[in-house]
């Protein structure tokens, strides 16, 4: 079974600050990995992916994430956080193993970001 | 830009009643899922639907909960006998293809079951 661990629930960074959100997965087989990003009142949105090839992702809003398989972690990273990055973030997790590829989310991490 | 729509935005249903959570998934899209989050807890995948049938489904999705596809454009998710522990929100999401495929997500019914 797969599964994502998201430490703590809440990260507050100043605006500017460089913004590192943990990300820990389990998975019996090569995974494929995702960052989602859910604002106020609306739906989840894609900041990343990685399936194959280039550990370090790049994403919108110039978030990025490098999936590290010796630390079993795919750590989502943003050199300088912004005001509107303020949100909540999810990681999560799929393989081939199912039928579909279904998605295993971690708790989640709200930022905020202080002026 | 295409969206996932998700209709009500929020649902206030009494124990024991029925209740039908629409969702419009992306047009050309062709899986479709529905998931949920309880307050405070995790995003938990329910169950997915390809070609006019499940695919997968979860533990949670026991015999209370079914899902169809009515017609060309609607998704839906009913729960026959609401327990309070249904209350949740519950987000829809569609993919054109499978694997490792981003899913596109609606913004979700807030189910409310007192």
Redesign the interface.
Known sequence: AQSVTQLGSHVSVSEGALVLLRCNYSSSVPP?L?W?VQYP??????LL?Y??GATLVKGINGFEAEFKKSETSFHLTKPSAHMSDAAEY?C?V?D?T???????????ITLSVRP | EP??TQTPSHQVTQMGQEVILRCVPISNHL?F?W?RQILG?????LV?F?NNEI??K?EIFDDQFSVERPDGSNFTLKIRSTKLEDSAMY?C?S?VV???????????TRLTVT
Do not use: I, R, W
């Not at chain 1, 199912?98 to 989640?108: I, V």
């Open positions: 494929y995702f989602y009142n609306q739906g989840l949105q894609l992916k399936t194959t999810f999560a799929s081939l199912g039928a579909n590829s279904k998605l295993t989310f971690g708790k989640g | 969206e996932v899986y899922y998931y807890q995790k995003v938990e995948f997915s390809y695919s997968e979860s987000f999401a993919s499978l694997a490792g495929d981003e899913q596109y997500f609606g913004p979700g």
